[in-house]
């Protein structure tokens, strides 16, 4: 795949003749946070990390998605931290949308560029750093790994948007494709987090209602999804919150392609307890 940009916050604050409508919601069934919502009085700083800060999309609530936080991290250069991650047993994904980064994973260092990706498992030792003369802007998607007896934790790994051909979906003429960065027949993963790309026009045919929940962050173009009962127009930098069996579809709207880099929870029992 050609190299590809993607859409970021730079946050800012809209000035007092910004009318107050917008399209942000919060139901039962899924949120929408718009990219107009993300702005510097709602960024936080995290401990150990220098010269970043971050937008907090996603986290468990009760009663909602409970099983992954989501963050658009920002690190100004030479920013980032040697201790990232603070809680034991947790895992991640970063995706990086702007900049350049060295990201150290178990001593091997990796310079990321737009669309670099990187798998990290639970007590993986990891530093990240930014780079260049601008702010680097990345996904960092956490979730509590789910050990499971006799099933081997997974391998850090590092790839990129460009390394990874999309799969098209059956029966679409490759006008919906996922780039899927490890085996969905792996049961190591309790986790993916892919691009969806739908080229202009293209369709999810279908209501999808299912168990995964979903953090859906809008890369490029822009479309009209369908959220339960509404259907809502979404565009380059906005964020869909689903909880589990929330139905979704969407419409591509064009005129170019429509991309968004999505997170669910997949192989393993459901808990009783």
């Not at 993607?6 to 039962?28: C, I, K, N, S």
Request: hydrophobic share 35%; aromatic share 12%; charged share 25%.
């Amino acid at each position: 795949m050609t190299d590809r940009t993607y859409h970021a916050p730079h946050g800012g604050h809209p000035d007092q003749t910004q009318l107050l409508t917008d399209r942000a919601m919060f139901t039962e069934a899924y949120a929408v946070i718009p990219r107009g919502t993300m702005r510097d009085i709602v960024t936080s700083r995290l401990p150990f990390w220098d010269d970043t800060r971050v937008w907090v999309l996603a986290r468990p609530l009760s009663g909602f998605a409970e099983t992954f936080s989501q963050y658009i991290v920002e690190v100004a250069p030479g920013g980032g931290s040697d201790r990232p991650e603070t809680e034991s047993g947790v895992e991640g994904v970063l995706f990086l949308m702007e900049g350049t980064l060295t990201l150290t994973v178990e001593g091997e260092e990796h310079e990321l560029t737009p669309g670099g990706y990187a798998f990290l498992p639970p007590e993986c030792e990891w530093t990240v750093r930014g780079t260049g003369d601008e702010p680097a802007r990345f996904h960092w998607i956490r979730k509590a790994y789910e050990y499971v007896q006799g099933v081997e934790v997974p391998e850090p790994f590092v790839t990129s948007d460009q390394e990874v051909a999309p799969t098209p979906m059956p029966g679409t003429d490759g006008r919906w494709a996922t780039t899927r960065f490890v085996d969905p027949d792996d049961v190591r993963y309790d986790m993916h987090v892919t691009i969806v790309t739908f080229e202009p026009g293209a369709v999810i045919p279908f209501a999808e209602t299912h168990v995964m929940e979903h953090g859906l962050y809008v890369l490029e173009g822009k479309a009209v999804y369908r959220l339960n009962q509404d259907w809502v127009e979404v565009e380059a930098g906005d964020f869909m919150w689903l909880r589990a069996f929330c139905p979704q579809a969407c419409y591509a709207g064009g005129p170019g392609r429509f991309r968004y880099l999505l997170y669910k929870d997949v192989n393993r029992q459901m808990k009783l307890r």
